[in-house]
Every structure is written in C-alpha cells, then in structure tokens.
C-alpha cells in the first residue's frame, strides 16, 4: 500500500492559484491512479479530479474544470493538483488517494493521505 502526504494548502483571496503536491513513499506510485478529493464542513467527501498512472489521462468534476489542472511526475513519485481562480466555494480539506480503478467514487481509493486546508477569502 503506498503512502501519501499532501502539501501547499493555506489561505488565499478569491480569484487566486494554489498548487497542491501529493509525494507517494515508493515507486509502485505509477501503478495507480491519483485522484483529488476535498472535505468542506459538514458536507461529504467528493472527488474533484483524477489521473491515470501511465497515459496521464484525466478527469475533472463540472465546477473545477478549466480552473484546475491534475498532473504527475512519476520519477518524483509525486501528484500536482494546481488551482487557479479560486472561489470561496473551494474552501475545504483536500486529499490525494491511490487506486488500482479509474474511479472518482471515494470508496475505490485505499490510500490516503492526512490532507491539506485550503481557504478562499472574498
């Protein structure tokens, strides 16, 4: 099971960027897929995008699309989750997870990382 830790969290005024890195412990990191969740208070986990191991494929949900950008560096065994145009609306706990499946659904990632607060100020 690989293990991850997310980084580059913090506060920003709407309408800013933040890049998110998810470092995975060993190289077995290119046999998953990442996926992108995020947290906000008292609403459930939703995934917010994903990339295929190997092909780099991607996936966005509909309100993040054109904003934020998914992307790897296998030889770093490490996943980017950069935002731009941030909204007030975007203010959650993210995380990064590993899955053998191509699948947005929470329930099909085994690996987890502890997350990292991102916060939109108007």
């Known amino acids: 099971e690989v293990q991850l830790v997310e980084s580059g969290g913090g506060l920003v005024q709407a309408g800013g960027s933040l890049r998110l890195s998810c470092a995975a412990s060993?190289?077995?990191?290119?046999?998953?897929?990442i996926g992108w969740f995020r947290q906000a208070p008292g609403k459930e986990r939703e995934g917010v995008a994903l990339?295929?191991?190997?092909?780099?494929?991607?996936y966005y949900i509909n309100s993040v699309e054109g904003r934020f950008t998914v992307s790897r560096d296998n030889a770093k065994n490490t996943a980017y989750l950069q935002m731009n145009s941030l909204k007030p609306e975007d203010t959650a706990i993210y995380y990064c997870?590993?899955?053998?499946?191509?699948?947005?659904?929470?329930?099909?990632?085994?690996?987890w990382g502890r997350g990292t607060q991102v916060s939109v100020s108007l």
């Open positions: 997870a590993a899955s053998r499946l191509w699948s947005i659904y929470a329930r099909d990632y085994d690996s």
């Open positions: 060993d190289r077995s990191f290119r046999d998953y897929a």
């Open positions: 990339i295929s191991g190997k092909t780099d494929s991607t």
